[in-house]
């Protein structure tokens, strides 16, 4: 255990269970320098402990690299509910959580993540004022979309040579909450869009509100495009996919869009702009954090229109370095983390 927190650099590893309510939670603070470690909540059903504690590790460090990158005084943490077979009480397991998250005494803020929502977040809130995303705090959604389509212009005017999106062709994986309204924005912009869901039901929305072209969501990664938006899982990017990609730019929402590290390289030795996905997609983070200080929109706003000006910079060291955006991203973090 202690090996695996040293690898990653994690500050702390908190976990809790509480046989009433069925609750068994992982927190992983990973760093805690630039401020209260903020992240969101999983609840998940995982086959082991073991997965549950890996996967809140890794994310925490992610967390943390992304809080840095964003400018926020904020560091990076992840929880983990292992999800029951059965649940008898969902308010009350996620209130037992709230109690967890309050005796940590503010090092830790959590957020929405897979598998809750802002209902269990309220229920948190009924035991620690340390939760943000609650029903009256808002989506971070359509902020996260703001913050890429920022990136996506960026990118254009890296590796187009302009930032004019008239006319320009973008192929948006996954049309849910940020993918959507993304897609709306492009629209605005000029764009032309070619776009793929898994449900059917959201291809036909932006088909007749904004006159996208569908297309079939085993096609839409190798249909040749401008930019590429991969607003849906992760993995996206790996030795299968990049060969066959047909794109000036990678730059969307998903998280962990990299199957590995070397697929950096991998869409750097193809010549393929890649917007590194902590990055571009830290509009949500920046909403939630700044609306936890009690920022008004404005504020929010402005800090969150610096995401095209760091993309800018992190292109502008990836060509000076001839390194990928993703690598030099990485290398940006670690030196604010561990200066
Ligand atoms: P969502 O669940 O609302 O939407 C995801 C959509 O992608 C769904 O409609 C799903 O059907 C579709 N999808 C999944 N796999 C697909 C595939 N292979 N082909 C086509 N469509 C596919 O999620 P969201 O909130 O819009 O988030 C999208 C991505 O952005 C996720 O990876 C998420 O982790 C990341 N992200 C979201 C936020 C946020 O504020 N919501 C912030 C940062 C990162």
Redesign the pocket.
């Known amino acids: 255990m202690f090996s695996m927190m040293e690898a990653a650099r994690l500050e702390a590893l908190h976990l809790a269970q509480d046989p009433v309510t069925g609750l068994r939670a992982v927190i992983a603070i990973h760093d805690t320098r630039l401020g209260p470690a903020l992240g969101g909540c999983r609840y998940l059903a995982y086959p082991n402990e073991e997965s549950a504690i890996r996967d809140a590790i890794r994310l925490a460090q992610g967390m943390s690299y992304k809080a840095a990158l964003a400018g926020l005084e904020q560091g990076g943490g992840k929880a983990v509910i292992m999800r029951p077979a059965h649940v008898d009480n969902r308010a009350a397991l996620f209130e037992a959580f709230g109690r967890m998250i309050e005796s940590l005494g503010g090092r830790y803020i959590t957020a929405v993540d ?1 598998g809750t929502s802002s209902a269990d977040m309220d229920c948190i809130a009924q035991q620690t004022r340390h939760v943000t995303s609650t029903s009256s705090a808002g989506d ?2 359509p ?2 979309a703001m913050g890429v389509f920022a990136g996506i212009r960026a990118s254009a005017r890296a590796r187009l040579g302009s930032d004019d999106l008239e006319g320009l062709r973008v192929a948006i ?7 959507f309204a993304l897609a709306e924005q492009l629209v605005a912009a000029g764009a032309e869009l070619l776009v ?4 059917p039901g ?1 291809v036909q929305l932006a088909v007749e509100q904004l006159g996208a072209q569908p297309v079939a ?1 085993e096609a ?1 990664l190798t249909t040749p495009c401008d930019i590429l938006a991969p ?4 993995g ?1 990017l790996n030795p299968q996919t990049i060969p066959q990609l047909r794109c000036a730019a990678v730059a969307g ?3 962990n869009q990299l199957a590995s590290a070397d697929s950096a390289d991998g869409l750097e030795a193809r010549g393929i702009l890649y917007a590194p996905d902590y990055v571009i ?1 830290s ?3 920046i909403y939630v954090a700044l609306r936890h200080k009690g920022d008004e929109l404005p504020a929010i706003t402005a800090h969150l229109s610096r995401i095209g000006q760091r993309l800018t910079e992190i292109y502008a060291h990836a060509q000076a370095d001839k390194r990928s955006p993703a690598r030099v991203a990485d290398a940006l973090a670690e030196r604010l983390l561990y200066r």
């Open positions: 897979s971070p959604s902020h996260t994986q996954g049309l849910g909450n940020v993918g793929s869901d898994l449900d959201r969501s839409l607003c849906g899982l992760g996206v929402a998903a998280n997609n509009g949500g983070l």
